[in-house]
């Protein structure tokens, strides 16, 4: 296997770069059996009711600081290893869709397939977080056919729509400009921007429905 520079590694994990290495090809592997899946999904969707119910996606393995950093707050050894029997989010893809119903209808799709299995749910766009983050986050386990033989790894699957995808990244922003002790005011004004977009996922999830109903009868 081909290896390509790794200049990011942390200290703790300079002596072990062939053991990440490793874990970051399974990982990518793992991520890019989902995606597949998730193509072929969008694909057969449009097929069917011509239109694509994801807009587009994004993946991403997480950082060796990052997994660093998760391993220490857990109070887990900070090894390669370590990191592969605890943590389920190394290897993440958010999914993007159009209109509200779409977020679960993928997720009911991917559930369907036989080969991946569902590991954990949870479900922020039904129960927001508290400061309004709205996404729908599953654990999936997918097999990973290597020359050593199969593994079954998780990746995370975060499924939100358009507006809920504006809220979170702008929001990411704000929180990552080192501020602390964000006032309460502002605090609220996030949230309050959260309602209004979700109120705006419904509204527009009704418009597609009506529309729909209307192109319906005027073919009969």
């Not at 300079?14 to 899946?37: D, G, H, N, P």
């Not at 983050?133 to 033989?149: D, K, Q």
Request: net charge negative; aromatic share 6%; with cysteine.
């Amino acid at each position: 296997m081909k290896h390509t520079p790794v200049t990011d590694l942390p200290p703790e994990w300079q002596e072990t770069i062939e053991e990440f290495l490793t874990m970051r090809f399974r990982y990518q592997s793992a991520m890019r059996e989902v995606r597949t899946k998730l193509e072929i999904l969008d694909d057969e969707f449009s097929m069917r009711h011509s239109r694509n119910p994801i807009h587009h996606m994004e993946s991403r393995i997480k950082t060796p600081n990052s997994i660093l950093q998760k391993l220490r707050r857990k109070g887990l050894a900070p090894t390669p290893q370590s990191a592969m029997d605890n943590l389920h989010d190394i290897a993440g893809i958010r999914v993007v869709c159009a209109y509200l119903n779409d977020t679960y209808a993928i997720a009911e799709l991917l559930g369907k397939q036989d080969d991946l299995r569902i590991l954990r749910v949870r479900d922020y766009i039904k129960c927001p977080k508290p400061n309004g983050y709205r996404s729908l986050h599953l654990i999936v386990e997918v097999p990973v056919f290597l020359s050593s033989g199969k593994e079954l790894l998780p990746v995370e699957v975060q499924i939100r729509t358009i507006a809920m995808d504006f809220w979170a990244s702008l929001e990411h922003q704000l929180r990552y400009k080192e501020v602390t002790n964000v006032p309460d005011s502002l605090n609220q004004q996030l949230c309050d921007a959260a309602e209004r977009i979700a109120a705006l996922d419904s509204e527009m999830q009704h418009i597609h429905d009506q529309m729909l109903s209307w192109v319906d009868q005027a073919e009969e």
